[in-house]
């Protein structure tokens, strides 16, 4: 069965500082990867998606970048983290069957972020 | 992609049917109506997908009229753990998926 991890699971960071969180996906092969912010009380918002190693596609312009150094894990980065980036990161995967991939996307446990 | 509007919060009580509209007035032709759930500090979990008319799962059904400007998702017989929020989506299903997260309807389950 498939299954996704992320970590740490709670950060606290100092603004100015970088930060790097981690997902990997087990029990699939070429999933598309995910990567969403979701701030307090609000919905998801998509930051980055990925369809393959070192393709990335970037929905927001911002101070985070995204890496996928391999073909099951998917890196959010910042150099300087701001205020503003506090939230509940989610990373997710899907699968493409026959080019369709039916919308469902399974997401990982979530990283909380708090910038101070 | 199609703009979704849904209730912001709906309450009901356990052994109730529940039923959360949402509307999709400019849904393209090749969109596909999606629902998930999400607890809190969880991730969304997918809950069905449909093209038209009904869909049917173990946990819920999905009413999608003709003219597919709006669905239903309709939850049989609500218990405490149904508390949620619940995202209506609505995106064509080729290649990779930009799903697009609205505030969605917190629903809550009164014992």
Known sequence: SQTIHQWPATLVQPVGSPLSLECTVEG?????????????????????????????????????????PQDRQFILSSKKL?????????CAWSVLAGGFSYNE??????????VL | LAKTTQPISMDSYEGQEVNITCSHNNIATNDYITWYQQFPSQGPRFIIQGYKTKVTNEVASLF????????????????????????????????????????????????
Do not use: H
């Open chain 2, 64 to 111: 999608i009229p003709a003219d597919r400007k709006s669905s239903t998702l309709s939850l049989p017989r609500v218990s405490l753990s149904d508390t949620a929020v619940y995202y209506c989506l609505v995106g064509g299903v080729q290649g990779a998926q930009k799903l697009v997260f609205g505030q969605g309807t917190r629903l809550t389950i009164n014992p």
């Open chain 1, 105 to 114: 996307q399974f997401f990982g446990p979530g990283t909380r972020l708090t």
């Open chain 1, 82 to 90: 701001l205020l503003s980036d506090s939230g509940f990161y989610l």
């Open chain 1, 28 to 68: 699939t092969s070429n999933p598309n990867l995910y990567w969403y912010r979701q701030a307090a009380g609000r919905g998801l918002q998509l930051l980055f998606y990925s369809v393959g190693i070192g393709q990335i596609s970037s929905e927001v312009p911002q101070n985070l970048s995204a890496s996928r």
